[in-house]
């Protein structure tokens, strides 16, 4: 993306500097120009009634890297394919298996999607191109039970999702023989979305998946897509254990996209106006200007709030349009999601405000224009979901509205990092002990494990191995190991690495949505305010007997922010390295979290108005963390230093997201003035799931230039004495008390000497 600061006629820029209530926020402008389609032919024959069938359907040419993923695949290779959002990389997985079933009628094609929604959606587009005599159909949880088996039977295709891969095919392997015997691709779509946890779950299973298919003599080539990641190649091997052939330069044209970086103004008490009525407005600005947009926000809460600002700024401007705008995101009732997503397809909606649930590639309709309220994580969730607007030759228009928090003040002051900047690696680590052991129970169950098959798996499997038959999960027998008992395990292991338990939400007995446990306790404890399309609602009873939250309407004009507390207990060192005058450590550790309390916050200013006190049990996670050792002259008696260790921790959890892939959300940190084998002052910054997902791994490889943009913000940042672009947390369970930013520089500048 080009950084510009001139505006061609009827950009972006032009359109929003336009409005009466424009004050200077455009902080940078990226363009990205217009790109001309290129073709190219096959090199292999594709099969001629194929052809006709397709040009039936108006594909008469190839774009050129679809080209090329045919030739490659239908010769066997494994492929992964990297262009750009609306790029057609469905046609570079579907024409070589439609070749390829054509002419071999009993062959099968395995189609994994992130979502079960995805997968619906892909299936429409696959049987509007399935020639006469080929079948697809989905299989996922909400598969009758009575159509199973003749989906099993008949069905060359089947799309699904990782979730029942591990729990329903994999561990009933044996009705599907014939589907494995003639297993002829594995496709594996939005290969970005595997990350952390999630994606180290399904590292194995795909190895489950490989290993049983070879059992029954099939070798599948994998064919991989995605618009947005670094190291496509890399996490093609990780994922799957084998090589793939590389894909990546796009013949599908594009019409270009403006993607314009907004900063809230600041006020007069150095803060920043709310980050969501300012993205609010700006969709206001959008739609009033005839664009069809998305909101994303970064999480349920805020995709409510930004809701209920929208339709309160359309009301008063253009009532009819505030009836056609919603939210969409996880919680709701699958009912209530297929409603929304048939209303965004058909037009009806002008309008929807979501999380990550629709940065997928759901297809819903033409879409002009994104506002992305807040960083979600990463430059590569930036990148996916500014490229939902302007598909194909239509050009797209995306605003990225900042926080005042430290990260997102980070980028405003480097634009660079998001115009110019590649998307991260992504990451993922199947070597996580929880997550190999509880795999390698349900690859053991599947078939009994020899111990040359171990090398097949990540480093550790043999220990892995060898301490499951000491507990009794594994037995073994003849240089075998198998589970004992007929139950498969996979029931019990949760690919997605939330906890199963789960709470309904109901208002006078009647469900209207569903959390996750751990959620639960931060979002609906009882007094909690819940948003729900728009509406609040209050927190009477959370019951963990039956795991139900009741709810009650409550037409209040604040929402509720939970408060937590965390201690970190270390329990093995698994690698360190100095740091200037200080050091850093990799480390095997215990998180506990305890919600003290939450504040209740003004929903248009986010004025703090009442902080409540709570009585929340406490939650521990074995995890990984580093550890950032100060020298011993930030001595514990001295307050200044020890406040300058507090800021410079709120700064690194900050930029951690920065450094290493991962959501805000998927890191916490804490801070001791001293430590039992340390002399000063020490840092931790944690993953919040159990087992780790990778990110205290990446940031203590990336220690030094994670300190010195730490520093950088801290030296670049206007402000004399701390403010929310720089020390002020949000998530601070003290309340922003005793911060010291001189101090946090020089803490950090004794890191990088």
Not at 165 to 193: M, Q, T
Not at 320 to 329: G, H, M, P, Q, T
Not at 366 to 386: E, T
Not at 405 to 411: K, S
Request: one cysteine or more; proline letters at 5%.
């Amino acid at each position: 993306m080009i950084r510009s600061s001139k505006s061609p006629p009827g950009s972006l820029t032009e359109i929003l500097t336009a409005s009466e209530s424009y004050e200077g926020q455009i902080e940078a402008v990226g363009f990205q120009e217009p790109r001309d389609a290129e073709f190219a032919d096959v090199e292999r024959p594709l099969d001629p009634s194929l052809r006709e069938h397709l040009s039936g359907l108006g594909i008469t040419s190839l774009y050129s890297h679809q080209a090329i993923a045919f030739d490659l695949a239908v010769s066997g290779h494994d492929v992964v394919v990297v262009t750009g959002t609306g790029s057609g990389k469905s046609l570079c997985y579907l024409l070589p298996v439609l070749h390829t079933l054509t002419s071999l009628p009993a062959g099968k094609s395995l189609h994994l999607f992130p979502t079960k929604a995805l997968a619906h959606d892909q299936l429409e587009k696959t049987q509007a191109m399935l020639p006469v005599g080929i079948r697809a159909s989905a299989y996922d949880g909400d598969t009758p039970q009575e159509k199973r088996k003749g989906i099993r039977q008949s069905a060359q295709i089947i799309l699904t999702n990782p979730d029942m891969l591990h729990l329903a095919i994999l561990p009933n392997h044996s009705a599907w023989k014939a589907f494995f015997k003639n297993l002829r691709f594995i496709v594996v779509d939005e290969l970005h979305n595997y990350s952390g946890v999630f994606g180290s779950h399904v590292a194995l299973v795909l190895r489950r998946l490989l290993r049983l298919s070879e059992w029954y003599g099939s070798r599948p080539a994998v064919i991989a897509t995605s618009a947005t990641i670094r190291n496509p190649v890399e996490h093609f091997h990780a994922l799957t254990g084998r090589s793939a052939e590389l894909i990546q330069k796009d013949g599908a044209p594009s019409g270009g996209r403006d993607f314009v970086m907004w900063n809230p103004p600041e006020l007069k008490d150095g803060s920043r106006r709310s980050t969501l009525r300012e993205a609010a407005a700006v969709a206001s600005h959008l739609i009033a200007s005839g664009k069809r947009t998305m909101i994303f926000a970064r999480s349920r809460l805020a995709a409510e709030l930004v809701l209920g600002h929208l339709r309160s700024l359309l009301e008063d401007s253009t009532p009819e349009a505030a009836k056609r705008i919603d939210s969409y995101r996880s919680g709701y009732t699958p009912e209530d999601r297929r409603i929304i997503e048939r209303k965004l397809h058909s037009g009806e909606l002008l309008a929807i405000c979501t999380t990550t649930a629709l940065e997928l590639g759901v297809d819903i309709g033409h879409l002009d224009a994104v506002v992305i309220a807040g960083f979600p994580g990463s430059v590569a969730s930036i990148r996916q979901q500014a490229g939902r607007a302007g598909r194909g030759a239509k050009r797209g228009f995306a605003v990225f509205v900042a926080n005042e928090d430290a990260l997102d003040q980070y980028l405003m002051r480097h634009p660079e990092r998001l115009l110019g900047s590649e998307v991260e690696a992504v990451r993922v680590r199947p070597e996580n002990p929880f997550v190999l052991a509880s795999q390698l129970r349900c690859a053991a169950h599947e078939r009994p494990i020899a111990a040359s098959e171990l090398d097949e798996f990540p480093p550790g499997a043999l220990q892995c191995v060898e301490s499951l038959e000491e507990e009794g999960l594994l037995k073994r027998s003849g240089g075998l190991w198998f589970v004992p008992g007929h139950e498969s395990p996979a029931a019990s292991v949760d690919i997605r690495g939330v906890q199963k338990n789960s709470y309904d939400l109901l208002l006078e007995g009647e469900k209207i949505g569903d959390m996750e446990e751990w959620r639960t306790y931060q979002a609906a404890h009882p007094g909690a305010i819940y948003l729900h399309r728009g509406e609040s609602y209050r927190v009477t009873k959370l019951d963990t007997i039956s795991l139900n939250v009741e709810l009650e309407r409550a037409d209040v004009g604040y929402y509720t922010q939970a408060l937590a507390e965390t201690s970190v207990l270390p329990k093995v060192e698994l690698a360190s390295a100095p740091l200037g005058e200080g050091n850093v450590r990799f480390e095997g550790v215990d998180v506990t979290t305890i919600v003290t309390a939450y504040r209740k916050r003004e929903l248009l200013t986010g004025e703090v108005l009442e902080v409540a006190q709570l009585d929340m049990p406490p939650h521990t996670i074995s995890t990984i963390a580093v550890r950032v050792g100060l020298p011993s002259s930030f001595a514990a008696d001295d307050p200044d230093a020890q406040a300058g260790v507090h800021a410079l921790e709120h700064v690194l959890v900050s930029l951690a997201p920065i450094i290493a892939q991962c959501d805000p959300r998927d890191v916490g940190s804490a801070f001791y003035s001293s430590w039992l084998d340390h002399t000063g002052p020490v840092i931790f910054v944690h993953d919040s799931v159990l087992g780790g997902a990778g990110i205290a791994q990446a940031l203590f490889e990336d220690a030094r230039a994670w300190v010195a943009a730490a520093l950088d913000l801290l030296e670049s940042c206007g402000c004399t004495s701390g403010c929310p672009g720089c020390i002020l947390s949000p998530r601070c369970p003290y309340s922003n008390e005793a911060l010291d930013k001189a101090h946090a520089a020089k803490a950090a500048r004794a890191l990088l000497r």
